[in-house]
């Protein structure tokens, strides 16, 4: 079975870092372009960053400089690092399995990111 | 970064109705566009990829339509299940951007 696991999130103040994990099973997480998607409480969803099979990696304007997308291939785990967090920050994080040309097929069930003092 | 209007943000509808939501991307995208159905507390579900492929295991009743700048998303008769939240989601380049969203309601 295809599945994505997230965990990482917690509360943390302006100017901290957090990584967050997801877990993959099911599949490689080398073989297919992995991204992240948040979700800020009560607003719609935002395109984070994505990591291609080759490695290749992308990021929202949002997020770029803060933000480092990576994975562990042997440990089938898409992590993403954050740094330098603010308040806006404060959302539901997923990551999903994306499929080129085949749109994001499996997602993770999710995990909170609240920046606070 | 490519801007996606999504339009309408929300919208009435009832059981049986067909409904239509748009998304216009403001440069070209061919047809690399996917649509995702969110509820409540879930994370998003995709429904249509590539414009107009059928997701495995989504009801025939949902089809998408469209090329270069103009996309549709058509429900062609609404069931109970579908009240929710729609989100188009360009991938022709990155950064990738979604629209705003449609919250379908029941009327």
């Known amino acids: 079975e295809v599945r994505l696991v997230e965990s990482g999130g917690g509360l943390v103040q302006p100017g901290g870092s957090l990584r967050l994990s997801c877990a993959t099973s099911?599949?490689?997480?080398?073989?297919?372009?992995m991204s992240w998607v948040r979700q800020a409480p009560g607003k719609g969803l935002e395109w984070v960053s994505v990591i291609f099979s080759d490695g290749s990696t992308y990021y929202a304007d949002s997020v770029k400089g803060r933000f480092t997308i990576s994975r562990h291939n042997s440990k089938n785990t898409l992590y993403l690092q954050m740094n330098s967090l603010r308040t806006e920050d404060t959302a539901v994080y997923y990551c999903?399995?994306?499929?080129?040309?085949?749109?994001?097929?499996?997602w993770g069930q999710g995990t909170t990111v609240t920046i606070s003092s | 970064a490519i801007q996606m209007t999504q339009s309408p943000s929300s919208l009435s509808a009832s059981v049986g109705d067909r409904v239509t939501i748009t998304c216009r991307a403001s440069?070209?995208?061919?047809?690399?566009l996917e649509w995702y159905q969110q509820k409540p507390g879930k994370a998003p579900k995709l429904l249509i990829y590539?414009?107009?492929s059928l997701q495995t295991g989504v009801p025939s009743r949902f089809s998408g339509s469209g090329s270069g700048t103009d996309f549709t998303l058509t429900i062609s008769s609404l069931q109970p299940e579908d009240f929710a939240t729609y989100y188009c989601?360009?991938?022709?380049?990155?950064?990738?951007?979604f629209g705003q969203g449609t919250k379908v309601e029941i009327k």
């Open positions: 989601l360009q991938d022709y380049n990155y950064p990738g951007t």
């Open positions: 590539a414009a107009s």
């Open positions: 440069q070209g995208i061919r047809n690399d």
């Open positions: 099911g599949f490689a997480v080398n073989s297919n372009y």
């Open positions: 999903g399995r994306e499929l080129r040309g085949g749109g994001m097929d499996v």
